[in-house]
């Protein structure tokens, strides 16, 4: 009988599937084949931990276990594979009668009952003489793969090509409410096993960009205007995600001044996408003679900018 699946990983009874699926990771990785070729010990740990891991990843498998309807190797515990109940502290109950089963209050199907004893399964799976099935062999490791997206690309949900360890290519379809940490999963993409292969598990790490930042689903930017830009208005060119567009920069804008551009932020997962919030920033030449002539010229009169802040 295999050992206990929770104490296979390390986790205990009432640990949630994050937990299970983090404690089985680890240790794949440990003891990954690959990774200790001269290790034999270690594939035959290799092999216990990831049949725990499908196991407890099967909630009416694991559910079974825990209620002791089946033991670690996923066979009935009960004698013959029917009528007794596990009680507490793992020993057999009877649910009624003398002889120690509980054949029901109706006639039973003796039938079903040697046809059990001789090795029929009516599910499908292994069997042995006394009708109990086995465990199926173990898929393959899950393979973890990090792919770096550009901020561009992951705002837009561009497909992104990954190469596989077998040196097969995939292009990956980003889903809404995509970020760094991000997990997908490619089905039947994984390591191989008896039972087929494992999954690959891809992890997002969106690069930082050198002028947008991220805030929620909304793209920030502070955006450089001129002088005349912001005393006259008008419009200017403006990066985003999708390329560059045109934004109507109003008469009188002081440094600091938000815009927003609708829409042009990072895929929610109800649909729509954030936006982008433009700052604008004007930027004053180091040495000007014309404009220091101007300013020398022109009287503010009493207005005080900073009469806001009590100075």
């Known amino acids: 009988m295999a050992a206990d699946p929770y104490s296979v990983l390390g986790v205990a009874r009432g640990a949630s599937e994050a ?10 990785k440990e003891l990954h ?10 594939a035959e740990r290799f092999s216990q931990v990831t049949a725990a891991y ?5 909630k009416d498998k694991r559910a079974q276990f825990d209620r002791g309807e089946i033991d670690a190797d996923g066979n009935p515990t009960a004698p013959f594979g029917f009528g007794a109940g596990r009680g507490a502290g793992g020993s057999y109950r009877s649910a009624g009668g003398t002889s120690g089963f509980d054949f029901g209050t109706e006639a039973s199907d003796f ?3 040697f046809e059990g004893l001789f090795g029929r399964s009516g599910g499908g799976g292994f069997t042995s003489g006394f009708g109990r099935r086995s465990a199926p062999p173990p898929r393959g490791a899950d393979a973890a793969y990090r792919l770096r997206v550009s901020f561009e690309d992951a705002a837009g ?14 292009d990956l379809k980003l889903r809404a409410g995509i970020e ?11 390591e191989p096993g008896p039972g087929g292969p494992g999954d690959a598990i891809v992890t997002i790490d969106i690069q930082p960009h050198r002028f947008f930042k991220r805030e929620g689903d909304n793209v920030l930017l502070d955006l450089p205007v001129t002088l005349k830009e912001a005393v006259e208005g008008g419009k200017v060119k403006v990066p ?20 927003r551009l609708k829409g042009k932020g990072f895929h929610r997962k109800g649909g729509d996408r954030g936006d982008q919030l433009v700052t604008l920033m004007i ?4 040495d000007d003679a014309a404009l220091r002539a101007f300013v020398e010229g022109w009287d503010a009169g009493n207005r005080n900018p900073r009469a806001g802040l009590g100075v």
């Not at 084949?33 to 270690?42: E, F, I, L, S, V």
């Open 19 to 28: 937990d299970i699926k983090k404690a089985y990771r680890k240790l794949a």
């Open 33 to 42: 084949p690959d990774r200790n070729k001269d290790n034999p010990k270690a």
């Open 54 to 58: 499908d196991l407890l990843t099967d």
């Open 111 to 113: 039938g079903d009952i």
């Open 157 to 170: 949900l561009k497909p992104q090509r990954i190469t596989l360890s077998d040196g097969k290519t995939i």
């Open 180 to 190: 760094t940490g991000t997990q997908m999963r490619l089905a039947g993409k994984g």
């Open 240 to 259: 985003t995600v999708d390329g560059p567009v045109m934004l109507n920069v109003p008469a009188g804008s002081s440094s600091g001044k938000a815009l």
């Open 283 to 286: 930027d004053i030449p180091a």
